[in-house]
């Protein structure tokens, strides 16, 4: 047998509908602060993430699924969404054409990372960009959508931490500050990082080896009046939205685009994998990749991570409503006329196998969790109608007029949806 690559996972019911019901949450919450979907594609143009994501990036230089195609082009599997949505916007120029420049997405990313808990090389992601609006007031959105989004899944115990990275200025001087810091101190860096400092001093920060004890003992970067601005409004508008949040000033990202505010969300229910969310302003971004000026922000929460925190939660019964069973081949054609009718009436139905024994296809309508049995027996064809059995409780069975069922089913579940719980 052919078994699934290392890394790519089969999504089995029951954990498939978690992952259903946090993106529907998702799409609800997104339609409440006016995004819209926009469904990039799953492979670009490699240059396209070398030079938005950052040619010194883990997720560019070490993780990306990049081959060339049999046309002899450059591609690679999106290893994050961000690139792709400032691609459109500028290829389509929605800027001008769009409503308000919010994008939501939700698709598979890909990372040849090392597969673990928590980690794999294809997983999906849901994110959400702003562009355009370079007012704190669109950080605070974002980052309040977002933990809205965390508690209208279901996921619980997380905590925001946010930080900002300045801007190109900021960035500029502190660049130099770090490098000379970085410099003297190069044989204490990790192989990686020693290879990357001139190209990428601030790369260190955030590197899983060196980042710790830089964080301690490194200069920190000091912000520019503006940005100093934009950051105390930021969280003076994240409290106005009862938005919880933590300042760590060493929280920095591992994307070379982000500028100004950056944050994630963590849960410490995850063990070592334990950011759920990822994100940023990027406010050069769009214009570095040839677009017009538009400073934006957006983040990408991972659906595998909230699903882990969701996982013991009680899933909503998606048991059908009836089980239709037959006692014969011709009484086969009545009942998959009735389960037509049941599902057309709004009722979930299932059957198995109408040419099976009565009592096989009753131990499927058991093992279905199905609320009721119809049966269409030798009696109940000759008459046109079905028997009703109730498979939760023992009680009697009623026979109703096959186009009755449907009826009949409704007020049923109707009446023991409004009878109060078993003491
Ligand atoms: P990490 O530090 O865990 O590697 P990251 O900084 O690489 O995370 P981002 O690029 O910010 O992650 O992506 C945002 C979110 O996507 C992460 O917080 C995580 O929930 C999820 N994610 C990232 N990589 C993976 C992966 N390989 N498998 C599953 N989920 C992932
Ligand atoms: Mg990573």
Redo the contacts with the bound molecule.
């Keep these: 047998m052919i078994n699934s690559l290392r890394g790519f996972r089969d999504l089995l019911p029951p954990e498939s509908d978690l992952f259903t019901r946090i993106e529907a949450a998702a799409r609800e919450v997104f339609g409440l602060y006016g995004y819209q979907e926009l469904r990039v594609p799953t492979l670009e143009k490699k240059e396209l993430f070398v030079k938005s994501t950052g040619d010194t990036t883990d997720?560019v230089e070490k993780e990306m699924y990049a081959f060339t195609d049999g046309g002899g082009r450059e591609v690679a599997m999106r290893p994050?969404g961000t690139p792709g949505v400032v691609r459109a916007y500028i290829e389509h120029n929605l800027g001008q054409t769009g409503r308000n420049g919010k994008f939501f997405y939700i698709g598979s990313m890909f990372?040849a990372?090392r597969p673990q808990a928590?980690?794999?090389?294809e997983?999906t992601?849901i994110g959400a960009e702003h562009i355009g609006n370079p007012s704190p007031a669109a950080d605070a959105e974002s980052i309040s959508m977002l933990v809205r989004l965390l508690e209208k899944a279901g996921v619980a115990g997380c905590s925001v931490v946010i930080n900002s990275l300045g801007c190109a200025e900021c960035r500029k001087a502190y660049r130099e500050i770090l490098l000379g810091y970085l410099r003297g101190r190069a044989e204490k860096l990790c192989e990686p990082c020693r290879g990357r400092i001139e190209r990428n001093p601030l790369r260190a920060l955030d590197c899983k080896t060196d980042g710790p004890w830089l964080a301690q003992e490194a200069p920190k970067l000091s912000l520019c009046p503006a940005c100093e601005t934009h950051f105390s409004a930021t969280q003076r508008l994240l409290g106005a939205a009862g938005v919880a949040y933590q300042v760590n000033t060493s929280l920095v990202?591992?994307?070379d685009y982000y500028t100004n505010t950056v944050f994630e969300v963590r849960s410490s229910a995850l063990g070592s994998?334990d950011?759920?969310?990822?994100g940023g302003r990027y406010d050069d971004l769009v214009k570095s990749m040839g677009g017009p000026a538009a400073p934006a922000i957006g983040w990408?929460?991972?659906v595998?991570?909230m699903a882990m925190l969701l996982k013991d939660k009680p899933a909503p019964d998606s048991a059908p409503k009836t089980f239709i069973v037959a006692a014969s081949k011709e009484a086969g054609d009545k009942a998959f006329a009735l389960v037509t009718a049941m599902r057309a009436a709004g009722i979930s139905s299932d059957f198995s196998n109408f040419e099976l024994s009565l009592k096989s296809q009753m131990r499927s309508a058991d093992k279905s969790g199905a609320t009721f049995a119809l049966i269409i027996g030798e009696d109940e064809l000759k008459a046109g109608t079905c028997a009703v059995k109730s498979l939760k409780e023992h009680g009697e069975q009623k026979t109703v007029p096959l186009p009755d069922a449907p009826s009949t089913i409704q007020q049923l579940l109707k009446a023991s949806s409004e009878k109060p719980p078993n003491p």
Excluded: S, T
């Design positions: 997720i994050e990372r990372e928590g980690r794999y090389r997983f992601q990202r591992g994307l994998q950011a759920v969310c990822g990408a929460v991972g595998d991570r």
